[in-house]
């Protein structure tokens, strides 16, 4: 059974800083390295959008609107991805999910909420 636990989110405050985690585990993720890693997060009334993404060769790629404050990052030895983001701003509010890119497991974990609002 494949499951993702995202955690680390929170209310800050705008120009704030919040780190979340996302722990993978299944069969699936026997090979958790190889796979291609994602944030995503879907604001309310929004559809879910990807914010970044980190290859098995540790490359990475934002969002035009997160570049230069989010950074992804993976520790393959606990099959966990991360996402610092800082600088946030109030439009980053959102539910963020972690999954794979591209979408293969045809499932999502719980999420974690971020609001950012003073």
């Known amino acids: 059974q494949v499951q993702l636990v995202e955690s680390g989110g929170g209310l800050v405050q705008p120009g704030g800083s919040l780190r979340l985690s996302c722990a993978a585990s299944?069969?699936?993720?026997?090979?958790?390295?190889?796979?291609?890693m994602a944030w995503y997060r879907q604001a309310p009334g929004k559809q879910r959008e990807l914010v970044a993404k980190?290859?098995?060769?540790?490359?990475?790629n934002y969002a035009d609107s997160v570049k230069g404050r989010f950074g992804i990052s993976r520790d393959n030895a606990k099959n966990t991805v991360y996402l610092q983001m800082n600088s946030l701003k109030p439009e980053d509010t959102a539910v963020y999910y972690c999954?794979?890119?591209?979408?293969?497991?045809?499932?999502w974990g719980q999420g974690t909420q971020v609001t950012v609002s003073s």
């Open positions: 999954n794979t890119a591209p979408l293969v497991l045809g499932s």
């Open positions: 980190i290859t098995s060769a540790r490359n990475t």
């Open positions: 299944g069969s699936i993720f026997s090979a958790f390295s190889g796979y291609t």
